[in-house]
């Protein structure tokens, strides 16, 4: 008798594991990347709507950015190029994107995820 039977409260946690465990490593990471762009966007001020600055915030956006430099650069090797190329795209406009909303300019290099994909410009 499986978990499942015996507790069917199980069986939605069970279900979850076997529908992640189906779904490839790059698949996981780009989501996970694509996630983080989305909400380094929404706090560099690139929302759409009326709203959209006052859900800006460039401290939360420099973490989010540095997040995304360091997975991407991370798994680059793993998920080749024709996936890495598109996320270091979005990565480096989300950069230039932090640059241009942002009052006082990082010195070269130490712009949000620069240490992982060195100075953007």
Known sequence: MS??????AHAPEAAAVRDIAEVPAVEVITTAAV????????KCGLAEGPDAEELK???EARKLITGLAGLITAAAPEVGSQHAAPL????????????EASSI???PGQGPGEKYTGPVN
């Open 3 to 8: 978990t499942e039977e015996t507790n069917p």
């Open 35 to 42: 996630h983080l762009m989305s909400a380094a966007a929404v």
């Open 57 to 59: 915030d460039l401290d």
């Open 88 to 99: 270091r795209d979005g990565l480096r406009s989300l950069q230039l994107a932090f640059r």
């Open 105 to 107: 300019q990082d010195a």
